[in-house]
């Protein structure tokens, strides 16, 4: 069963898709362009994370009473990366592209990595607690 | 089945686990290249030479092994979602053995003294012992299997049966056993480059290229089957090599593995040439160059399976493509992602995400492509001088001496700009992920 971790990794690649339109409009030096498409970014991003937040793993602490386990630590990368996407934000209002791109660069890094993490192994743990009520959990991505 | 016990997405080991092994690295592959210059075109006539021994040592056991260990024990827990038991020991003990093993066995090359070469073959062959060890603790340990982890176990492999085709060889060089079979000569650089780096860089590759710049993905057949196929083959065409050389079995397998390894490196350029991140970055062009002399090496590689005889100029232009064209071109633009991430990583830990400073401001674009240019022209330069070997040896060699002095000082500004910012700026009031600091 892999439901979850298949849904999720989709959305990363989603999510990575509106990421790089923002880095690439910066690049080109189109900073409203680029703010458009962080905007939809950053919309894309919050969205995954509620889910991961709100259902999924709150559903696994219950299920098998980990609560300070690896999803405390996939929220503490969490709002890393939002600090990172406020800092973009606020590149973006400054007109300093090549602040932006640093910004990007490293938030690129730290999302990856975390990905990885979550596709690697995070998921597949939830698939196996949390296969039965999958559907009811992933509905807030489902049914946009 | 979940084990709660080894879950530990977070538990990274300390900075100092990994940094010791990226930061000694540069130092033998600036002892390649003065190895190079003093030698000049001795240390290339033959992949035999004693010179030629030395620099090669240098760099795959002084540098990418060096590099890949630092990794594996970084990635490993990450990965594996469990722990390197007693990881800062192993790590010490580790990067130890490997300093002082591949110094004695370079010295062992260059000054002929047999006594240095058992001294090398004692320390590396216990070394390996002890990362083995490590990783495999952590592999049984795994809170779950993917693909990654499985390409790891089989790089490890490929590790093993390299060094213990090495022993093999020490005991020619070093005790004056006589070789058991002539085909542990070819054996032991095919089991390095193929089983060890090849493997790990696919399973990374796999992984890290569709990821982090945006490509296309790998194709499934590709991600599913490479490593399993590509270790299988190595297996079959070793045995081969061993029980029936020169046999059309041998050259059948053989012309498998360089196409299979090719189609790899070809893969990976075709889907970096469609990715979705445009930005220039150093990263991408290392991993580019190394992807395209990976293919030429395998391409060299298969003429010299199919024409006999003395080609030693050819083989010595495939160990300088897959060398310092592939394995050290990956390597760095790896070490360029991975070191400031980690400086960047602690920083934030330690001051703040909103106060550290992002990554290119620990460490620049600029500084990234001036070693790519010097790399990529000392990499051109060691291949015409395999056949123009005066007077391009000795300046090939000072162009790889120069590239390893750079990547030395990026490395060293990256990783004490996470030392000097860190001391000056904790702040008591700042964020929960502080724990986490090593």
């Known amino acids: 069963m892999s439901r979850i971790a298949e849904t999720m990794a989709r959305d990363h690649a989603a999510c990575d898709e509106r990421f790089g339109d923002a880095e690439a409009a910066a690049a080109a030096g189109d900073l409203p362009r680029a703010g458009e498409a962080l905007a939809a970014f950053a919309a894309a991003l919050e969205r995954h994370l509620g889910v991961e937040e709100d259902a999924l793993f709150p559903a696994f602490e219950r299920r098998t009473g980990m609560a300070d386990g690896p999803t405390e630590m996939m929220r503490i990368e969490h709002g890393e990366m939002r600090e990172l996407v406020r800092s973009l934000g606020a590149a973006l209002d400054a007109g300093d592209a090549a602040e932006f791109l640093g910004l990007a660069d490293t938030l690129n890094v730290l999302m990856q990595q975390h990905n990885l993490k979550e596709e690697q192994v995070l998921y597949a743990l939830l698939d196996e607690a949390l296969g039965d009520e999958a559907d009811a959990l992933l509905a807030a991505l489902v049914s946009k | 089945m979940m084990r709660p016990a080894g879950l530990a997405l977070e538990r990274a080991p300390p900075i100092a686990v990994p940094l010791r092994f990226f930061l000694t690295a540069p130092v033998f592959l600036l002892a390649a290249g003065v190895v190079l210059v003093w030698n000049g075109p001795e240390a290339l006539a033959s992949r035999a030479a004693p010179a030629a021994l ?34 800062a020991t192993a790590a010490a003990l580790i990067h130890a053995g490997l300093t002082v093993g591949t110094a004695a066995l370079g010295g062992g090359f260059l000054l002929g003294r047999p006594l240095l070469l058992k001294v090398a073959a004692w320390v590396l062959g ?151 991140r445009r930005v220039r970055d150093a990263t991408t062009a290392f991993w580019q160059l190394g992807m395209a002399c990976a ?46 991430f980690l400086a960047w990583f602690h920083l934030q830990a330690e001051v703040g995400a909103k106060r550290a400073p992002h990554m290119k401001k620990i460490l620049g674009d600029r500084p990234q492509l001036v070693h790519l240019a010097v790399h990529a022209a000392a990499v051109a330069l060691l291949v015409i001088a395999v056949a123009w070997p005066e007077p391009l040896a000795r300046i090939a060699g000072l162009a790889l001496a120069l590239a390893a002095l750079i990547l030395f000082r990026n490395l060293i500004v990256a990783a004490r700009r996470h030392r000097a910012d860190a001391g000056q700026g904790s702040d008591p009031g700042l964020p929960a992920a502080h724990r986490r600091a090593s």
Request: charged letters at 5%; a positive charge.
């Open chain 2, 126 to 276: 216990a070394t390996v012992l002890v990362l083995v060890l490590a990783a495999a603790a952590a592999l049984a340990r795994a809170a779950v299997r993917n693909a990654t982890t499985r390409g790891m176990s089989l790089g490890v492999a490929g590790l093993v049966v390299t060094v213990a085709l090495g022993l093999v060889l020490a005991a020619t060089y070093a005790w004056g056993v006589p070789l058991a079979n002539l085909a542990a000569r070819a054996l032991h650089p095919a089991w390095g480059l193929l089983g060890w780096a090849g493997l790990l860089v696919a399973a990374v590759a796999f992984q890290v290229v569709p990821m982090f710049q945006m490509t296309p993905r790998y194709p499934d057949a590709m991600t599913r089957w490479f490593t399993a196929a590509a270790f299988g083959v190595l297996i079959a065409w070793s045995l081969a090599a061993w029980y029936a050389a020169a046999s059309p079995v041998e050259l059948v397998l053989g012309l498998a593995l360089a196409v299979g390894y090719g189609a790899f490196a070809g893969t990976t350029l075709v889907l970096q040439r469609r990715r979705r």
């Open chain 2, 54 to 87: 030395a620099a090669t040592h240098f760099v795959t056991l002084g540098f990418m092994t060096m590099v890949m260990a630092g990794a594996m024990l970084q990635m490993l827990p990450v990965l594996a979602g469990a722990p390197v038991p007693q990881v």
């Open chain 2, 295 to 340: 293919a030429a090496a395998c391409a060299g590689w298969a003429v010299r399976l199919v024409v006999p005889g003395e080609l030693a100029a050819l083989e010595v232009a495939i160990g300088v493509l897959a060398l310092a064209g592939f394995a050290v071109s990956v390597i760095d633009g790896m070490l360029y992602k991975i070191v400031p």
